[in-house]
């Protein structure tokens, strides 16, 4: 891990009002628009940030993700997903 401090987390993480999330049907995945440019998201983040509409608790978006998918113990990977988020001003701090 590098030297960098781990971003606080929003109480309700939600997609900064400059990037845009939306499904690309050409590229079959979610993408985040943003004035300069596009980010192709896996599966995972894509799960992730559409649970991010600042109404949820990162606990919520954890409990919400285990629900749908079946799983248990996904919080250190949520977790990591939202500092990254956080680190490249995804979402509203």
Same mark, same amino acid.
């Given at each position: 891990?590098?030297?960098?401090?781990?971003?606080?987390?929003?109480?309700?993480?939600?997609?900064?009002?400059?990037?845009?999330?939306?499904?690309?049907?050409?590229?079959?995945?979610?993408?985040?628009?943003?004035? @300069?440019?596009?980010?192709? &998201?896996?599966?995972?983040? !894509?799960?992730?940030? +559409?649970?991010? *509409?600042?109404?949820?608790?990162?606990? @919520?978006?954890?409990?919400? &993700?285990?629900?749908?998918? !079946?799983?248990?113990? +996904?919080?250190? *990977?949520?977790?990591?997903?939202?500092? @990254?988020?956080?680190?490249?001003?995804?979402?509203?701090?």
């Amino acid at each position: 891990m590098s030297s960098e401090t781990t971003p606080t987390l929003p109480l309700h993480p939600k997609l900064n009002r400059l990037f845009r999330l939306q499904y690309e049907e050409a590229q079959k995945t979610h993408v985040l628009l943003y004035p @300069e440019g596009m980010v192709k &998201l896996n599966q995972s983040a !894509s799960e992730i940030l +559409l649970l991010c *509409d600042g109404s949820r608790t990162v606990g @919520e978006i954890v409990d919400a &993700l285990e629900s749908k998918f !079946s799983a248990s113990g +996904l919080e250190a *990977d949520v977790r990591s997903m939202l500092e @990254e988020a956080t680190r490249r001003n995804w979402l509203d701090a």
